[in-house]
């Protein structure tokens, strides 16, 4: 039985102040497609779908000048590192599993290249699904980031999918 729900996990002001900062929209969108992509790839879908919707945690703002500049973010960024641990902590705080908590950060941390090392490597199969989750919401110029929705469609969106985990068989949610 879990004891955070998606829902917990939205309203808390630290997922509001951060996640909210790269797209609330976006990181609803990736954490349906990880929910879907859980079931191919064998893993534990209330996991896929909290990663998912915390895999952009760690993103802050690369200004100059008053604009985005995307050659200092290509060139600096390692919001893969920050959101890691913002999601790690943010789990625990809100009393997640230890187990859950780890793998969570995990594919946070692996959901893009930037924080990978070169060379062959094998990424579990809950680091792909975010990673794969993450590509499907993507949109030319980046603005995935700037989609936006208004707040109770959020927030249904949200319950929605608490209910479709809650639906799943124990097995997948272990
Ligand atoms: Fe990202
Ligand atoms: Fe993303």
Not at 21 to 30: D, E, F, L, T, Y
Request: charged share 30%.
């Amino acid at each position: 039985m879990r004891t955070v729900t998606m829902k917990k996990i939205y309203q808390h002001p630290i997922t509001q102040k951060y996640v909210r900062r790269s797209g609330m929209a976006h990181a609803i969108s990736v954490a349906y497609h990880a929910f879907h992509l859980a079931g191919a790839y064998n893993v534990n879908s209330d996991w896929a779908a909290k990663a998912g919707f915390l895999h952009d945690i760690g993103h802050y703002q690369w200004y100059k000048d008053g604009e985005w500049d995307y050659q200092l973010y290509r060139a600096y960024d390692i919001h893969p590192i920050k959101g890691a641990e913002r999601a790690h902590k943010l789990l625990v705080r809100l009393g997640e599993d230890k187990q859950a908590a780890k793998e969570i950060a995990h594919a946070v941390l692996f959901h893009t290249e930037s924080a990978l090392p070169e060379g062959e490597f094998e990424l579990k199969a809950l680091q792909k699904v975010i990673h794969l989750a993450d590509e499907k919401d993507k949109q030319p110029g980046d603005s995935h980031h700037y989609r936006n929705i208004d707040r109770k469609k959020e927030l249904a969106l949200i319950e929605a999918l608490d209910r479709k985990i809650d639906r799943l068989p124990e097995k997948l949610n272990t």
